[in-house]
């Protein structure tokens, strides 16, 4: 679960808590693909529970999900599942992702820690093929977003000081560094390709719109100025388009699940932004990079209530 402060009611929990023990047997989750060249979305898996988060493997052959506190598996054509063994960890969230070079995995996992009412993630790495976890930020809450292109640099969402920012650190640990310092939510960072850039959403101006900087945190610019809660931005590893989520309805500096939303594409060298569809979805949809390793599809998760 992400920063327990935007949940409003029980319900909204039961749906976004990717940790629970307990699995929600009304929801119905979707693992579909938007594939650009033939302009439509495809149904990959289905399954009467809670999944979230889909990140394509390097070589383009699998999916890695979080379901109930674990991380799986899944097969690009959807017929193997098989769970990662994330040992000692089993309170993962759905913020993780694998290396650039396809050999690491970031971990956020809910930590047994002091109770803390805004999280208590902190952010792992271990071997795609598996290994033992290391521990990265030793603060918490944190909650991972992006790899560098180079895989040195991890830049993840924070909250220190009672706000929550834009962090990078050193994939070994040691000093973060603070890469914004607006008051009000800074989240979803992600490098675009060349590692020049840095994409994310933030509320700085009261409104939830997509911003870029510098990598080293410089030369903020605002990207999106509509009338949508626009949330995760992902550069596809081509360089040449941004996907991101656009809630219909203005969320505030939420990002609950089960809202009508739509999955947006801008190309980053004309800014021209296109909707390619909608459905229900919200968080967990696409908190984490998505893209194939080819630019051609992006995998998303849709949600459907069964009650």
Request: hydrophobic share 30%; charged share 20%.
């Amino acid at each position: 679960m992400k920063r327990s402060f935007f949940w409003i009611s029980l319900i909204i929990m039961v749906f976004t808590t990717s940790s629970a023990r307990a699995q929600n047997t009304s929801l119905i989750s979707s693992l579909e693909i938007y594939d650009l060249e033939f302009d439509k979305r495809i149904m990959i898996y289905k399954e009467q529970a809670h999944f979230e988060a889909p990140n394509w493997g390097p070589d383009g052959q699998f999916f890695i999900i979080n379901q109930q506190g674990l991380l799986y598996q899944l097969s690009t054509d959807g017929s193997q599942k098989t769970i990662l063994n994330t040992t000692p960890l089993d309170n993962c969230n759905n913020d993780h992702g694998i290396s650039t070079d396809g050999i690491w995995l970031a971990i956020s996992n809910n930590d047994d820690l002091q109770p803390d009412t805004d999280g208590t993630s902190r952010i792992y790495t271990m071997p795609l093929k598996g290994g033992d976890p290391k521990l990265v930020t030793s603060l918490w809450p944190s909650y991972w977003h992006g790899w560098s292109p180079d895989g040195q640099t991890m830049v993840y969402t924070a909250r220190r000081d009672g706000d929550y920012d834009i962090y990078a650190i050193d994939i070994n640990g040691g000093e973060e560094k603070r890469l914004t310092h607006a008051t009000g939510l800074d989240d979803g960072p992600d490098y675009t390709p060349d590692g020049r850039f840095i994409y994310y959403n933030s509320f700085s101006t009261g409104k939830m719109e997509i911003w870029r900087m510098n990598s080293d945190g410089t030369r903020k610019i605002q990207v999106t100025d509509d009338k949508y809660s626009n949330w995760f931005p992902h550069p596809s590893p081509n360089g040449q388009y941004l996907v991101f989520l656009s809630y219909i309805e203005d969320q505030g500096d939420r990002h609950p699940a089960m809202q009508n939303v739509s999955l947006k594409l801008m190309n980053i060298k004309t800014n021209n932004i296109r909707t390619l569809c909608s459905f229900t979805g919200g968080q967990g949809t696409i908190n984490v990079p998505s893209w194939s390793p080819d630019s051609r599809k992006i995998a998303f998760v849709s949600y459907q209530n069964t009650n």
